[in-house]
């Protein structure tokens, strides 16, 4: 009998996602529902165990730790792309990678919801309500303003998308953007400082690279608007972490909504959580219940055929 361990399951949702039964009595399955911080630990915990179902980024699989996984033979990624597993060093060691496929438009949804929670104080007021009180803020509308996107990729486009359905002027850029693809979508293309400048909210939708590591630093920052907002879905480090705490804090911007961060699960003695002027959730953009059926239902598919000796939606080395 094989062991397959399901890493990283928060909300203890994995074994409700997919039909998991249907391996018995081929393979045994285990979930795990918290994040080591270590690499020992890690190794520890996984040495014994033939497959791995990852969620997502929450736990790196460098060269390093598969060295000290000798059983694992198929490591399943939700999604089809993992920044955070050495797949080279994966292929080099015989073990099988392997994603799943994704629905496209959660984290857009979340994108949103952020968005109207910080035009309109929602995270405040509710707290606010909960301790007795009653009208402690005055939010702003969404028409008219300047949208922001950094990134108009496929989530950056239907960010735009609803932008436009809410009669916000729409404006984008990245190193990539092409007049025509903004055109397409409505969107005007403008330089990287002009869209710092003219945004009321400023939305990030880029991959992490080493391009893109640090983008929005001191000086991009130092170049919105006081009533501005920032919203970051995409990838921590991405934004530099101590310049945004320090424009926070000086309220050199009016706020911003994190749904993600340089580490995660976010430290809880960690300064972005004492700001009152941040909204923050912890890297929701892709948990949703279909999102999760989809990941859970592929990862059962993947270890089903690698079992037959026919493995699918294999992940090679670039």
Excluded: C
């Excluded at 919105?224 to 919203?231: D, E, G, S, W």
């Excluded at 279909?290 to 079992?307: I, Q, T």
Aim: proline share 4%.
């Amino acid at each position: 009998m094989m062991r397959l361990a399901i890493l990283d399951d928060y909300q203890k949702a994995a074994l409700a996602m997919a039909d998991w039964e249907s391996l018995r009595p081929a393979v045994e399955v285990r979930t795990f529902h918290d994040t080591l911080a270590g690499e020992d630990a890690v190794a520890e915990r996984l040495r014994d165990f033939e497959i791995i179902v990852a969620m997502r980024e929450r736990t790196p699989f460098r060269r390093s730790l598969l060295k000290r996984l000798p059983k694992l033979k198929l490591l399943i990624t939700t999604g089809m792309r993992n920044a955070a597993i050495d797949v080279r060093a994966a292929a080099e060691r015989g073990i099988v990678v392997a994603g799943t496929g994704s629905l496209p438009y959660p984290t857009a949804e979340l994108t949103w919801a952020l968005i109207l929670a910080l035009a309109r104080n929602v995270a405040r007021e509710d707290a606010g309500m909960r301790q007795g009180g009653w009208q402690t803020t005055v939010g702003i509308g969404l028409r008219g303003k300047v949208l922001g996107i950094l990134g108009l990729g496929n989530l950056g486009g239907q960010v735009a998308v609803l932008g436009k359905a809410f009669q916000m002027e729409v404006v984008a850029w990245s190193e990539n953007l092409t007049p025509e693809r903004a055109s397409s979508l409505g969107v005007q293309r403008v330089d990287k400082d002009e869209l710092f400048r003219r945004a009321d909210f400023l939305t990030i939708h880029l991959l992490l690279s080493k391009r893109t590591r640090g983008l929005v630093g001191p000086d991009a920052l130092a170049l919105m608007k006081p009533t501005a907002y920032l919203i970051n879905t995409s990838r921590g480090p991405i934004v530099d972490e101590r310049a945004l705490i320090a424009v926070l804090e000086g309220h050199k911007i009016a706020g911003a909504a994190l749904d993600v961060y340089d580490q995660e699960p976010l430290p809880a003695d960690h300064a972005l959580r004492r700001l009152e002027n941040v909204v923050l959730t912890p890297h929701l953009g892709y948990v949703t219940a279909e999102n999760y059926r989809v990941y859970y239902g592929d990862a059962v598919e993947n270890v089903r055929a690698f079992l037959a000796g026919n493995p699918i939606r294999v992940i090679t080395p670039a």
